[in-house]
């Protein structure tokens, strides 16, 4: 079955506990993103990916790194989580390289709250 | 960058009305507008998009607008039902662009 894979679905961890949130596709396909929902803040993106070893900023990217070691991974990386990093995260891939083009559609995985005491 | 506002926040109906969700775009260049729809607990999904070389898109009961001189775009539910009770949510992308940037939802509940 063609999806989005993200580990875990719920993770309650303390300040500065680094921790890892795993994506994972099995379309082959080129873009991967990340993006946090907020009540009223609709989903803001963290970082994304056009393909294997090139990652660029989202729009809040601050305390977050992100790897695309291979084509169908796309770990979101929280060196020193603090309580404002608390929010559901949703990994997202794409067929193509670029949005905005033709077959962009968005394909999500299932979320992962994360909450940080 | 592209900011964009979706309007209003929360939305009731009763079963059988209509509903309208605007939102507004800040970045001339967009070009492509998809609406997702999350129902509670669930990812996000897609329901319909437009792009800008089109004025309006239908399918079924839903309905997509576009304005690209006012830089609005809406979405239309005709005939809902309880089934589209959930948070619905706008977008924009550049031509060719790597973000998509996110309206911040409107909750919808349509009442039996």
């Known amino acids: 079955e063609a999806q989005v894979t993200q580990n875990p679905r719920y993770l309650i961890t303390v300040t500065g506990k680094k921790l890892t949130v795993t994506c994972s596709q099995n379309?082959?396909?080129?873009?991967m993103s990340w993006y946090r929902q907020d009540p009223g803040l609709g989903l803001r993106q963290i970082y994304y990916s056009m393909n294997v070893e090139v990652t660029d900023k989202g729009d809040v990217p601050e305390g977050y790194k992100v790897s695309r070691k291979e084509k169908r991974n796309f770990p979101l990386i929280l060196e020193s989580p603090s309580p404002n990093q608390t929010s559901l995260y949703f990994c997202?891939?794409?067929?193509?390289?670029?949005?905005?083009?033709?077959?962009?559609?968005?394909?999500f995985g299932s979320g992962t709250q994360l909450s940080v005491l | 960058g592209e900011n964009v506002e979706q309007h209003p926040s929360t939305l009731s109906v009763q079963e059988g009305d209509s509903a309208v969700i605007k939102c507004t775009y800040s970045d001339s260049a967009s070009n492509y507008f998809p609406w997702y729809k999350q129902e509670l607990g669930k990812r996000p999904q897609l329901i319909i998009d437009?792009?800008?070389?089109?004025g309006e898109k239908k399918d079924q009961r839903i309905a997509v607008t576009l304005n690209k001189t006012a830089k609005h775009f809406s979405l239309h539910i005709t005939e809902t039902q309880p089934e589209d009770s959930a948070v619905y949510f706008c977008a924009a992308v550049k031509a060719a662009g790597n973000k998509l940037t996110f309206g911040g939802g409107t909750r919808v509940l349509v009442k039996p």
């Open positions: 997202a891939s794409s067929p193509t390289p670029t949005l905005g083009v033709v077959n962009e559609k968005l394909f």
């Open positions: 379309m082959n396909h080129e873009y």
């Open positions: 437009i792009r800008s070389n089109v």
